[in-house]
């Protein structure tokens, strides 16, 4: 791409953790932080350009937490219709408030297995009008990468079904990363037992 391409990361952390027993998964103890803190140190200390965090369940606890630590915290009010709202509303503040973007890289405030390396990977692999997604062995999904082409869809996605829809549509677009060993997920107090 000759210069160096501006990439904004967008960590979704606004559902109401329903399935961790009452407490925010959030705020769960991880290494020396939280979940959110961890995927925020990740996201912060890869070669992305800046961070933002689309909060919505107990957005004014998290809020507290997490407004002082250099990266940019977004509401998204619509948070219970699910991720696909997350990730509209941050992508329609992406474009608002900032300069023009050349790529944004969705990832999960609960898959703590995914680091720094991994999320640079994705970059690395970056193309202008391409999309760099995370295999789960016979499907595609984040963390991951789209350029500006996609933008536009990005915003307009409803309910829960993240950024799949969008992945399917333009599957020829999708360069594939192997993300075995990385993408187990914080669901129930289970998952975290055997995560940690």
């Known amino acids: 791409m000759g210069e160096k391409p501006q990439i904004a990361v967008l960590v979704l952390a606004a559902?109401?953790?329903?399935?961790?027993?009452g407490a925010l998964k959030q705020l769960l103890p991880w290494k020396d932080?939280?979940?959110?803190?961890?995927?925020?140190?990740?996201?912060?200390?890869?070669?992305?350009?800046?961070?933002?965090?689309?909060?919505?369940?107990?957005?004014?606890?998290?809020?507290?937490?997490?407004?002082?630590?250099?990266?940019?915290?977004?509401?998204?009010?619509?948070?219970?219709?699910g991720m696909g709202t997350s990730i509209a509303c941050g992508v329609a503040y992406l474009t608002d408030h900032k300069k023009d973007w050349d790529g944004v890289l969705v990832m999960l405030c609960d898959q703590p297995l995914v680091d720094t390396a991994y999320l640079n990977t994705l970059i690395d692999t970056f193309t202008a009008?391409?999309?760099?997604?995370?295999d789960y062995g016979g499907r595609r999904g984040v963390p991951a990468l789209f350029s500006k082409t996609f933008f536009?869809?990005?915003?307009l996605l409803k309910e829960?079904?993240?950024?799949?829809?969008?992945?399917?549509?333009?599957?020829?677009?999708?360069?594939?990363?192997?993300?075995?060993?990385k993408t187990a997920d914080v669901d129930t107090p289970e998952d975290y037992k055997n995560l940690k």
């Open 33 to 81: 932080t939280t979940l959110l803190g961890h995927a925020i140190s990740q996201a912060k200390a890869s070669k992305a350009d800046d961070v933002f965090i689309v909060l919505g369940a107990q957005a004014s606890k998290l809020r507290s937490q997490f407004g002082q630590n250099g990266t940019t915290l977004v509401e998204n009010e619509q948070w219970a219709s």
């Open 160 to 181: 829960d079904y993240g950024a799949r829809e969008v992945l399917l549509r333009h599957h020829e677009d999708v360069i594939v990363l192997n993300g075995i060993g």
């Open 152 to 155: 536009q869809e990005l915003a």
């Open 129 to 134: 009008n391409g999309i760099v997604a995370t």
């Open 15 to 21: 559902g109401a953790s329903t399935r961790m027993g």
